[in-house]
């Protein structure tokens, strides 16, 4: 097999890092030098890796309130209120939006709905009903809990690559219109499927428990962007970010039935 030489690989490395900065400034709040070159047309590609981080961070997060004593539904909580600031609330915006959207009975005004600025009560229903489920879901879980974190934002990720590498785009611009252009079939999705089917081996230290914990990621994230295209006939950037939300919340809610196994 021909390797490569370092002159080879160290324009590769040029070509990754600015994509890699992109993603952390993209999908989080974490200040980036203004110095740094960053190329956003390919940050779709590292949205797993970015829901390892941010549920690597909101894990030591826990650790450290657990350390002072915090009790378990109140650092639960604490968890997912940073939750919403690490992301800027990117994903939950989209969430409400769509729920507002898919409250409009006119097919035709859905999307017209959603790019309103406004938010109406379905999607304060929404944001309610999501941060309901996640803060009791994760304060059901005993442990791994940083592990459990990974998982979920990063299954929720890994179905936004999904939606976008398999959906029409609905729009013919928008902050997800250069997303499908950049995703990669089929390796952007078998990549992130790997990393975290890898993850939830070490989360449950069992292979039958992990192979359950990744099906269980995987169809909740495939059945939701699904869901979404039935409804509305394909993805927008507010989709993306509800296929995010939904996965996160109902992943962990079913976590909490597999601690038992």
């Known amino acids: 097999m021909k390797s490569l030489s370092d002159q080879e690989l160290a324009p590769r490395g040029h070509r990754l890092w600015p994509s890699l ?4 400034a993209f999908y989080t709040c974490l200040p980036i030098p203004s110095s740094w070159a960053l190329e956003f047309q390919t940050v779709a ?3 797993p890796t970015m829901g390892l ?17 915090i009790p378990m539904l109140t650092r639960s909580a604490l968890v997912v209120v940073a939750w919403i600031a690490l992301t800027g609330g990117l994903h939950l915006d989209g969430a409400m939006d769509t729920a507002d959207g898919l ?4 097919q035709h005004r859905r999307l017209q709905v959603m790019t309103d600025s406004a938010t109406g009560a379905f999607g304060a229903m929404a944001a309610i009903a999501l941060l309901l489920l996640k803060t009791a879901a994760f304060s059901d879980l005993e442990t791994h809990r940083g592990l459990a974190l990974m998982a979920a934002a ?21 902050k997800g219109a250069f997303h499908k252009a950049a995703i990669r079939m ?10 975290l089917f890898g993850l939830s081996g070490w989360l ?11 099906a ?29 939300e939904w996965t996160e919340a109902l992943f962990l809610c079913l976590l909490t039935g597999l601690q038992k196994f």
């Open 154 to 174: 990063g299954w929720g990720r890994w179905g936004q690559v999904v939606a976008i590498a398999c959906y029409p785009y609905l729009k013919q611009t928008g």
């Open 45 to 47: 590609r590292w949205a």
């Open 103 to 106: 409250a409009v009975q006119d």
């Open 204 to 214: 449950s230290q069992s292979l039958t428990l992990g192979v359950m914990i990744s």
């Open 21 to 24: 900065a992109a993603a952390v």
């Open 186 to 195: 089929p390796q952007d999705i078998l990549l992130g499927f790997l990393l």
């Open 216 to 244: 269980v990621g995987c169809a909740i994230a495939l059945l939701t962007g699904a869901w979404f295209h039935r409804h509305l006939g394909g993805h927008t950037g507010d989709t993306y970010g509800a296929v995010v």
């Open 53 to 69: 981080l941010i549920g690597g961070l909101l894990g030591l997060g826990d650790a450290g309130l657990q350390q002072l004593g």
